[in-house]
């Protein structure tokens, strides 16, 4: 039985990477294409995906995942509510600001690597998905910060 539901909390989490992935994807390609607020739109959808992860932290100490996985989990969880609160409700325009790009660089990074380990979890070809798709994301990030200045 604990084998079972350890199976499925792992394709939770790897499906949750993949999916913050593509919405990754996406948003800077919305944005190199000149549609922020397409982006704003898939944004939101990233930051629901905080319901998965939280449901993941719960149910951790149950499964005896290791520390470095409740690191990467929260990690993202921080992102994903500096996200909420810089972009979505205080509406602050911090990209203006190197320390404070660095600082949400540095944080997204650290919470996107997370979710490499976190999908890593349930195999090799969920790991290779997930290393391919957060390259993908990479490029874009800093693509797109040049071209955009966002």
């Known amino acids: 039985?604990?084998?079972?539901?350890?199976?499925?909390?792992?394709?939770?989490?790897?499906?949750?990477?993949?999916?913050?992935?593509?919405?990754?994807?996406l948003v800077f390609s919305f944005r190199l294409a000149g549609k922020p607020q397409v982006g704003f739109w898939i944004g939101i959808f990233e930051l629901c995906l905080a319901a998965p992860l939280i449901y993941l932290l719960a149910k951790a100490p149950a499964l005896h995942r290791s520390t470095i996985?409740?690191?990467?989990?929260?990690?993202?969880?921080?992102?994903?509510?500096?996200?909420?609160?810089?972009?979505?409700?205080?509406?602050?325009?911090f990209r203006q600001v190197r320390w404070m790009v660095v600082s949400y660089v540095v944080l997204f990074f650290a919470g996107s690597g997370g979710l490499l380990g976190i999908a890593t979890q349930a195999g090799r070809g969920w790991?290779?998905?997930s290393i391919a798709l957060f390259l993908i994301m990479a490029v874009l990030t800093f693509v797109q910060r040049a071209v955009t200045g966002m």
């Open 127 to 129: 790991s290779i998905a």
């Open 69 to 93: 996985y409740y690191i990467q989990i929260c990690c993202m969880l921080l992102w994903l509510i500096v996200e909420l609160l810089l972009d979505y409700l205080l509406k602050f325009d």
């Open 1 to 25: 039985m604990m084998n079972v539901l350890n199976k499925n909390l792992d394709l939770l989490g790897a499906v949750t990477a993949v999916l913050f992935f593509v919405s990754a994807i």
